[in-house]
C-alpha cells in the first residue's frame, strides 16, 4: 500500500484496507471509501475526511485530535480513540461504539448517534445540540454542562449518568431511562419526558423537583 499516494488523497477506493498503525495526519481523505477498513491505532490527526464512507470501519485506539470527521462512520468501532477536538457535526454515528473515547472540546451538534454505544464517556460540556441520540446507551456518562437542547434522548439509557448543570430545553427525554442519573440543576425547560424512568434520580433544582419517584 502507497501511503505516500493515500496521504495525497489520490486513492477514493480504500474500502476493507489495511491501515493499522499508519502514519495519515494531515491527509485529504474526503469523500475516500473507508467502509470496514482497519486504521486501528492510526495517527489520523487533522486529517480531513468530509463526507468519507467509513461504515464499519475500525478505528479502536485511532489518534483523531482536530481532525474533521463530518463522515458516514455508521457502526465503526472508535473505542479509545481520541477525539479532542474534533468537527463531527452532523456525522452518522448510528450504531457506533465510543466506549472510553476522548471527546473533549468535540463539535458534535446535529450527529447522529442512534444507538451508539457511549457507557462511561465524558461529554462533560461538548455541544451535542440537535444530536440523535434515540436510544444511545450513555449509562454512567459524564454529561455535566453539556448542551443537549433539542437533542432526541427518547428511549436513551441514561442510568446513573451525570447530567448536573445540563442544558436539555426542548429535548426529548420521552421513554428515557434516567434511574440513578444525576440532574441537579439541569435545566429542564420545554423539555418532553413521557414515560422516562425517574426513579433514584437527583432532579433537585429542576422542573421536577417534587414531582417524580425518588
Known amino acids: 500500500m502507497d501511503i505516500a499516494t493515500i496521504r495525497a488523497g489520490k486513492l477514493k477506493y480504500l474500502a476493507g484496507a489495511d491501515l493499522e498503525d499508519e502514519d495519515l495526519s494531515h491527509s485529504d481523505l474526503s469523500k475516500v471509501n473507508l467502509a470496514g477498513a482497519n486504521l486501528s491505532g492510526a495517527n489520523l490527526a487533522a486529517a480531513k475526511l468530509i463526507g468519507a464512507n467509513l461504515d464499519g470501519a475500525n478505528l479502536v485506539g485511532c489518534q483523531l485530535t482536530g481532525t474533521d470527521l463530518r463522515a458516514n462512520l455508521l457502526g465503526a468501532n472508535l473505542m479509545q480513540a481520541d477525539l479532542t477536538e474534533a468537527d463531527l457535526r452532523g456525522a452518522n454515528l448510528r450504531g457506533a461504539n465510543l466506549m472510553q473515547a476522548r471527546l473533549s472540546h468535540t463539535a458534535m451538534a446535529g450527529a447522529f448517534l442512534s444507538g451508539a454505544n457511549l457507557m462511561g464517556v465524558n461529554l462533560q460540556r461538548v455541544d451535542l445540540r440537535g444530536a440523535d441520540l434515540r436510544g ?75 414531582k417524580v419517584e425518588k
Do not use: M, P, Y
Open 136 to 210: 444511545a446507551n450513555l449509562s454512567g456518562a459524564n454529561l455535566s454542562g453539556t448542551n443537549l437542547t433539542q437533542a432526541d434522548l427518547q428511549g436513551a439509557i441514561l442510568s446513573n449518568a451525570n447530567l448536573e448543570e445540563a442544558d436539555l430545553r426542548d429535548a426529548n427525554l420521552a421513554g428515557a431511562n434516567l434511574s440513578g442519573a444525576n440532574l441537579l440543576c439541569a435545566d429542564l425547560e420545554g423539555a418532553s419526558w413521557a414515560g422516562a424512568n425517574w426513579v433514584g434520580a437527583c432532579v433537585v433544582g429542576t422542573l421536577l423537583e417534587g
